[in-house]
């Protein structure tokens, strides 16, 4: 008998076609990563009934339950319905999740980047890695992961190589440099990268490109099926997060995750909450 999957992915679930394309991520990613998923919608107490052109509370999880089993035939699903924002129900359930999935909340269609934006808020201050997704995802595409001198750009880089082997992708891994500020890159990253590539039989790309990260990485990631950055940069605030994360959220056609470990949250009110098994 197959063990029972022991981790968790959680996927929020809204009316949006970019949180759609989250379930089916997150499912697919339960799924090779052997995985639990589960689905998160938050309420206020709105009327049960569906609103005008819309569904309701309960249909929307139905849904997505449909959209996660078309995506992923036999990942284990659970549906939970929170009280309260979405993001206070993202953000709880994030502490116990292996990859939170979001829908990119339509972050390309404004002028500037909206720090207020669920998105924005989950992706800043879930405890763990968040993968965010527009809601049109590329069918393929190689797999590219920026990586600096920060905390998290082992955990990026290690990310990064088991996104690309589970989906057979290439892998680019893009440094970049500052000629006049550090001293060439190329010998650390290269010692960082290779026994990545004995461990997961995959050989990549590594490029140092001499100009700002932002830059340097929305050019590579042209093209890609996932973009890995880690969630802040050199000089990490809680709560906020880096210029290139930013960047990425508002420009990149990609899916993008943001990786960090797990680390403590700020303490919030109980949520009140109801969860139920859709196998």
Do not use: K
Not at 198 to 211: Q, T
């Amino acid at each position: 008998m197959d063990a029972e999957p022991t981790g968790l992915i959680v996927a929020g679930v809204n009316d949006s076609p970019a949180s759609r394309e989250a379930v089916r991520t997150g499912a697919r990613e339960a799924a090779r990563r052997g995985c639990r998923l589960e689905l998160v919608h938050a309420f206020n107490w709105e009327p049960a009934i569906a609103p005008e052109g819309g569904l309701g509370r309960e249909e929307l999880l139905e849904r997505a339950v449909a959209d996660a089993r078309d995506a992923a035939p036999g990942v284990p699903i659970e549906t939970r319905l929170f009280e309260g924002s979405a993001e206070a129900g993202l953000l709880s359930r994030s502490r116990v999740a292996a990859l939170t999935v979001i829908g990119d909340g339509g972050l390309h269609d404004r002028t500037c980047l909206p720090l207020e934006a669920l998105t924005v808020q989950v992706a800043a201050r879930a405890a763990g890695t968040v993968l965010v997704t527009p809601a049109a995802a590329p069918e393929a595409g190689p797999v590219v992961v920026g990586v600096n001198a920060s905390a998290t750009a082992e955990q990026a880089l290690e990310f990064a190589f088991d996104s690309a082997a589970g989906r057979d992708a290439g892998l680019m891994v893009v440094r970049a440099w500052d000629r006049d500020g550090e001293e060439d890159p190329r010998a650390t990253l290269l010692a960082a990268v290779g026994p990545l590539e004995s461990r997961y039989g995959l050989r990549a790309c590594v490029r140092v490109v001499e100009d700002d990260p932002c830059t340097a990485l929305r050019t590579a990631a042209q093209g890609a099926g996932l973009v890995v950055v880690g969630a802040r940069g050199r000089h990490p605030y809680a709560g906020l997060l880096g210029w290139v994360a930013q960047t990425l959220l508002h420009h990149s056609s990609a899916p993008v995750a943001l990786v960090r470990g797990h680390a403590a949250c700020s303490a919030r009110p109980p949520l009140r909450e109801t969860a139920q098994s859709s196998r």
